[in-house]
Structure formats: structure tokens, C-alpha cells
T-cell receptor, first 113, second 115 residues
Framework: AQSVTQLGSHVSVSEGALVLLRCNYS??????LFWYVQYPNQGLQLLLK??????LVKGINGFEAEFKKSETSFHLTKPSAHMSDAAEYFC???????????FGTGTSLTVIP | EPEVTQTPSHQVTQMGQEVILRCVPI?????FYWYRQILGQKVEFLVS????????KSEIFDDQFSVERPDGSNFTLKIRSTKLEDSAMYFC?????????????FGDGTRLSIL
């Protein structure tokens, strides 16, 4: 079965510091991978997606993620954290067939001024 | 930018009562979904719906649950006899296509509290 694991349920960084949120997937074939962000009291907003076109994917708000097949990882990064980045981040995988997303447990990002 | 809207934002219901959660998907989208997130747990798939039929459902989506598209804009999730463990945030999502590389667009959710 497809799944994703997000290491670290809570991550704190200083404003201006590098953001690194980890996601590893389990799949027998390269899946489709997504990062979503959830701001307080809001729904899930798509940050970026990997669909095999390029291993380094750029998303909104300065975020990017790199697909590494050898490590079965799709970590989310941002060079310089901003206060507005404080939110819950979810990694999700989707099979080549079927409709459902499989979400990770989420990582709560806190940005310290 | 078009968005998925859900009502109400918060629903409080007595155990055993029926509840209907409402969603208005993005207008040109054809595929609709419900997910739930129990507090502190991961977002879980419930059901997908296309062409007025359920196309896929999870083990969570038992006989207590049903979905309907009663008109051209609304997409509803009904829980027939609510249980305490149904307390969760319920997210509606929609997508234009069912292709696996297509993202699903989510609403802000309905927080369901069962007393």
C-alpha cells in the first residue's frame, strides 16, 4: 500500500533560517507526490506537486521539493523562513490509479522571530 | 480564484442524530471527494464521486455514510446516526480530472463535534 511518513510532527525555525520538512514515501513504483499547507482555520492548499517531469519542483511562496528515488524522499525546503510560513504541512501521495490521496500525519512549522 | 466552499464551518450534533455536511465544489470540476481528519491524526480518504456515482470508498465509509449531489452545485455527506468517534474535521475536495497527476482542491472544512 502507498503511504508517506513525515518525520517530525513539530519543527521550529528562526525567521530567515532554512526550512526543511521531511517526507518519505513507500511505493513500488514512482508515485505522484504533493505537498499541501494548512493555515489556521483554513483548508488544504496545494504548495507543489511532483509528476516525474523534473526532480526539483518549485512551488508557491518560495517553497521547493526534490524527489530522490534512491532515498524514497520528497523533502520540502525554503531557503529563508518567514513568519507567514507558520502552518501545518502535509505530504501526500497518489497512486497511478484510483482517486484517493494518502496523507502523512503532518508537520507543524513554527517560525520564531 | 475559484474555491471549494463548505458549510457549516462548525456543526455540533447529539450522538445518534443525522448530520448533513454541505460542499460546493469548483464549478467546472467533475470529481468530488470527502476526507476526514480526527484531531491529532492524519487526513483520511472517505469517498470519491463522479457522474452521480461513488467511484471509490474507504473502509471508513460504511453504511452510516452516504453522499449525494442533489443539484448541479452542491455535494453533500450524510452521516445517518452519528457516533462519538465521528467527531472530526471533514474536508470536501474537487478536481477537474481524475488523472493521478492532478491535485485536488480542498475546502476549509467542517468541524463536526458529536456530544
Amino acid at each position: 500500500a502507498q503511504s508517506v511518513t513525515q518525520l517530525g510532527s513539530h519543527v521550529s525555525v528562526s525567521e530567515g533560517a532554512l526550512v526543511l520538512l521531511r517526507c518519505n514515501y513507500s511505493s513500488s513504483v514512482p508515485p505522484y507526490l504533493f505537498w499541501y499547507v494548512q493555515y489556521p482555520n483554513q483548508g488544504l492548499q496545494l504548495l507543489l506537486k511532483y509528476t516525474s517531469a523534473a526532480t526539483l519542483v518549485k512551488g508557491i511562496n518560495g517553497f521547493e521539493a526534490e524527489f530522490k528515488k534512491s532515498e524514497t524522499s520528497f523533502h520540502l525546503t525554503k531557503p529563508s523562513a518567514h513568519m507567514s510560513d507558520a502552518a501545518e504541512y502535509f505530504c501526500a501521495v497518489r497512486r497511478n490509479t484510483g482517486n484517493q490521496f494518502y496523507f502523512g500525519t503532518g508537520t507543524s512549522l513554527t517560525v520564531i522571530p | 480564484e475559484p474555491e471549494v466552499t463548505q458549510t457549516p464551518s462548525h456543526q455540533v450534533t447529539q450522538m445518534g442524530q443525522e448530520v448533513i455536511l454541505r460542499c460546493v465544489p469548483i464549478s467546472n470540476h467533475l470529481y468530488f471527494y470527502w476526507y476526514r481528519q480526527i484531531l491529532g491524526q492524519k487526513v483520511e480518504f472517505l469517498v470519491s464521486f463522479y457522474n452521480n456515482e461513488i467511484s471509490e470508498k474507504s473502509e471508513i465509509f460504511d453504511d452510516q455514510f452516504s453522499v449525494e449531489r442533489p443539484d448541479g452545485s452542491n455535494f453533500t455527506l450524510k452521516i445517518r446516526s452519528t457516533k462519538l468517534e465521528d467527531s472530526a474535521m471533514y474536508f470536501c475536495a474537487s478536481s477537474e480530472h481524475s488523472r493521478a497527476d492532478q491535485p485536488q482542491h480542498f475546502g476549509d472544512g467542517t468541524r463536526l463535534s458529536i456530544l
